[in-house]
Nanobody, 121 residues
Framework: QVQLVESGGGLVQAGGSLRLSCAAS????????MGWRRQAPGKQRELVAQ???????NYADSVKGRFIIDRDYTKNTVYLQMNNLQPEDTAVYYC???????????????WGQGTQVTVSS
């Protein structure tokens, strides 16, 4: 069974940093993309950053210059380094990936369990 397992998150003061990790496990044969989205209370889930396989990362305007997404292809893992965190970054952060467990099948979207990031002012 293919799944995404997240770690990291927590409580930090404004201006601080956190690092999130997300590893794909199971019989993964190909990953097209890995990324992060977040959902604040009362708001829709939004893109934070994503990293296509073999491509370049892209970021939401609100996090450009503060967040860095990176991938370890050997570990099927994506990271999100979050610097200069602000209260408006408070949300549940979800890892997502487009990947497949069978070459005969199209890629499917997978989601991590979500991890809470809280930034105090």
């Amino acid at each position: 069974q293919v799944q995404l397992v997240e770690s990291g998150g927590g409580l930090v003061q404004a201006g601080g940093s956190l690092r999130l990790s997300c590893a794909a496990s199971g019989s993964v044969v190909n990953i097209d993309l890995m990324g992060w989205r977040r959902q604040a209370p009362g708001k829709q889930r939004e893109l934070v950053a994503q990293f296509p396989t073999g491509g370049r990362p892209n970021y939401a305007d609100s996090v450009k210059g503060r967040f860095i997404i990176d991938r370890d292809y050997t570990k099927n893992t994506v990271y999100l380094q979050m610097n200069n965190l602000q209260p408006e970054d408070t949300a549940v952060y979800y890892c997502n990936a487009l990947m497949k467990s069978d070459w005969r099948e199209p890629s499917s979207a997978y989601w991590g369990q979500g991890t809470q990031v809280t930034v105090s002012s």
